[in-house]
């Protein structure tokens, strides 16, 4: 690569905010930007919790969680700590690093029940919708204008990022190649995180990436890819994020575990509202809040989005996960061990609909 392209390179990842994972740095900001502050007294007894996020903008329920004061309410304080794919957040969570871990459904994830690690999944985070996939194939610009790609069997022997094999990214590849009539075997698949997929795409060392919001709006906008087929075309109705809990909240501190369970609940409605109904109210409140706490500071972008569906009661759909949990063993990635209900634990939810009742929409 030309000093002059690496350059470009280098400008285009600073200027998306699309960096290394360390990227939110304005989560150390203390304390919530628009809730009023609860007593001195509430405040020293805050308990600490410890939550993932990935560094993208669909963290932005865990965000608000603080943001909206809805973690204070419950007598909660976060510290979030990044990473760049959720499949790489269940260790820390096994281990009590982690209390409260987003991510995708993963081997990873089921093979750690296997061992006999106690992780659940506890709530949706990410669904698919025909308006509000999760994820894009995103193609390279100068690929799609060329006529290069335009159908799935296109692909065939090019090469594919996504975030982390074993998760439901891998799962869309897989169905992407089933109807381009090739085997999963002749992509070149490599794994990067969220936040470097634009620059690899404009370097063109990948052809194709399975990306999320905001880099898929990012990319069209600076002429880097071209959003070419959604995961809800791929996979309908795919949930290819939930919320999970680890031993912290499932053994030694359950009461907290319900505690912020009421928390995001309340923040998943208020992502729901913003960004799947987009009522104008919400909206108002919101963008804002997610421009301060976040590195995507341009108004606009947040009505160039299709962020990820969620369900606002929180409850996963559990034959959405087996139908992907079954494709892993197909492939041999994962041998089978009863399949996923056993790890799905809603008794949280259930806590947290007791208190805030179910949805309406406003």
């Keep these: 690569m030309s000093r002059r392209c690496l350059s470009l390179v280098l400008a285009l990842v600073v200027g998306l905010g699309l960096g290394a994972p360390g990227a939110l740095a304005p989560l150390s900001v203390a304390g919530p930007v628009v809730a009023a502050e609860p007593p001195a007294s509430a405040a ?79 709530a949706d985070w990410a669904s698919g919708a025909p308006t509000n996939p999760v994820n894009w194939i995103v193609v390279r610009r100068d690929l799609a204008d060329s006529g290069a790609v335009r159908d799935y069997a296109d692909l065939r022997g090019r090469r594919v990022a996504i975030s982390a094999r074993g998760t439901s990214t891998h799962v869309q590849l897989g169905r992407l190649a089933e109807r381009g009539g090739f085997p999963l075997a002749e992509l070149d698949l490599v794994e990067i995180g969220y936040p470097d997929m634009a620059a690899a795409l404009l370097g063109g060392s990948i052809d194709a990436a399975v990306m999320t919001e905001p880099g898929v709006a990012l990319a069209e906008e600076r002429g880097i890819g071209v959003r070419w087929r959604s995961s809800d075309e791929l996979v309908p109705g795919q949930v290819a994020a939930v919320v999970t809990y680890g031993p912290s909240f499932l053994e030694q501190r359950p009461e907290v575990g319900r505690r912020a369970m009421v928390a995001y609940l309340k923040a998943v409605r208020d992502y729901y509202n913003t960004f799947v109904v987009q009522d104008p109210a919400t909206r108002a409140a919101v963008i804002p809040l997610l421009m301060q706490v976040t590195p995507f500071k341009d108004r606009a ?62």
């Design 44 to 122: 020293l007894q805050a308990t600490r919790i410890t939550i993932g996020l990935l560094g993208i903008l669909p963290d932005a329920p865990y965000l608000l969680m603080r943001e909206r004061g809805y973690l204070a309410e419950q007598g909660l304080d976060a510290e979030y700590q990044t990473f760049d794919s959720g499949a790489r957040m269940v260790q820390p969570l096994a281990v009590g690093q982690l209390d409260m871990a987003p991510g995708s459904p993963s081997v990873g994830l089921y093979n750690a029940v296997a061992r006999g690690i106690n992780v659940k999944i506890v």
């Design 301 to 362: 972008l947040y009505d160039r989005v299709q962020m990820p569906s969620v369900n606002p009661d929180g409850f996963v759909n559990v034959d959405a996960l087996e139908s992907d949990y079954r494709w892993f063993v197909s492939e041999g990635l994962l041998a089978d061990v009863g399949g996923v209900r056993p790890l799905v634990d809603h008794q949280f939810v259930e806590y947290a609909l007791q208190q805030v009742g179910p949805y309406r929409r406003p």
